[in-house]
């Protein structure tokens, strides 16, 4: 997204001509950042809902070749202490459940799972999880988006490049750019301002690798309190998650 392939669609939306090989000056455009207060406020008022994420993310190997994997993520949330959580991609199938006290992982192809104790919040659970056992949420961006929690402070470019379209959806698309990371969200217009598409490009690493989520909402689910429940399959072997284990603090001696 640093790259000038992307400049001129940022001249056609600031009606700038951007000169080849020129940088141009870090702009913060408030509508932009206005946008993204409205995707997060939005987002803290929804109590119950299920999304599903169409994910590409790119690795880098060691010799710098770009390979591409595709995943499914499926989210079903009834705030502030239950959801469960379907990850399918070509190498692992996962599903997270949370009950309000207890969270488990289970790995279904290989047919084992671990259960602990977990908070009484979501947002607790998220923070716990990446702490104590280096695991994400899927989609947990989802739940840090308007808090304090979240890194639109760290953002120093904004730009508003206009209307688009996200599976027949209209949309209005923006760029941002923050240490690292290069990234655009095309968010719903109207009166639900929801995320429809994420993209990420990583900085810090030459090749540029790029994660793609694409959206699909689904504000009124039916569901009842059984779905948060593991109910572990007769031949599932239940394990032991790992405990991260803290770097060592330095004596100065």
Known sequence: MKQLSYFPILAVAVGV???VGAQPAPTIDPGAMAALDRVGTYLRSLKAFQIRAAITAEVVLDDGQKVQSDSVADLLVNKPNKLRAEVTGDRQHRLFFYEGKTFTLFAQRMNLYATTSAPP???ELAEKLNKDLDIDLPL???FYWGTPKST??????AIDLGPSSVGGVTCQQFAFRQPGIDWQIWIQNGDYPLPRKLVISTLTD???PEYTSVYTWNLAPSFDDTAFVFDAPKDAHPISFAQVKAAPTSTGK
């Open 152 to 157: 639109v402070g760290e953002i120093n470019s």
């Open 17 to 19: 001509a951007t000169q």
């Open 121 to 123: 919040t979501i947002i």
């Open 206 to 208: 030459e090749a540029r």
């Open 140 to 142: 947990v961006d989802m």
